[in-house]
């Protein structure tokens, strides 16, 4: 009788050495999403031998951390295809461990030079954190956690006399970057070295155009 074989498959990833530098790879998003909002998009590496390609091995160039909306998918507002981008998503974009955690493989591991923290305007959790801090009506359970997260930005908005939605989703998507400087030694580390650059963008739902929010000299 032959001995069973352990089934399991195995989740060991090798370090990957990205070629390309932040500036770069937003080029890159830059030239997807105008093929997206002309109607010229590619869709590259969707096929049977890109999907071959990547059965042992990942080498996104960008992660993209953004709003759970059906409306912003990532993938397809930059024109992108299997193993293009990690792709991390939280209604509001909001941060906690388990994001952290995310970005902070995919920078210590997979190394990408990128982290794009991508807001759209109209956002619903930013909308509802706004109406809270209005009416001092809470929503209830787990909800109520995001809307405590974004709860800072808003009110940064607010101090600055910046009332509008959309105003507060351009300074949600730009604090989100900071914070995640500060909350995360790992990732703080390499863009000190620059190895990776952190940016907000926002997302324009009508035009289909994504937005840089953040100094361009981060990248």
């Not at 990547?54 to 930059?78: H, K, Y």
Request: charged share 20%; glycine share 6%; net charge negative.
């Amino acid at each position: 009788m032959s001995p069973i074989r352990d089934a399991r498959p195995s989740y060991k990833v090798s370090r990957v050495t990205n070629s390309i530098s932040p500036a770069q790879a937003w080029q890159r998003l830059l030239e997807g999403n105008e093929r997206f909002v002309s109607g010229d998009a590619q869709h590259p590496n969707q096929g049977a031998s890109r999907r071959r390609e990547l059965m042992d091995t990942q080498n996104p160039f960008a992660v993209i951390f953004g709003c759970s909306d059906s409306r912003l998918a990532a993938e397809i507002i930059f024109d992108l295809g299997l193993g293009d981008a990690f792709v991390v998503r939280t209604a509001g974009h909001v941060l906690d461990d388990a994001v952290l955690g995310s970005l902070e493989y995919s920078v210590s591991v997979l190394n990408v030079p990128l982290i794009v923290v991508l807001g759209h305007d109209n956002c619903g959790a930013v909308t509802a954190t706004k109406e809270a801090l209005e009416t001092g009506e809470m929503p209830q359970r787990f909800i109520r956690d995001l809307v405590e997260r974004i709860t800072p930005s808003v009110l940064t908005s607010q101090r600055n006399g910046r009332t509008e939605i959309n105003d507060m989703v351009v300074d949600h998507a730009r604090l989100t970057a900071e914070r995640l400087l500060e909350s995360s030694p790992v990732i703080a580390a390499a863009v000190h070295n620059s190895s990776t650059a952190v940016v907000g963008v926002a997302y324009r739902l009508a035009e289909g155009r994504a937005q840089l929010v953040t100094d361009p000299a981060l990248l």
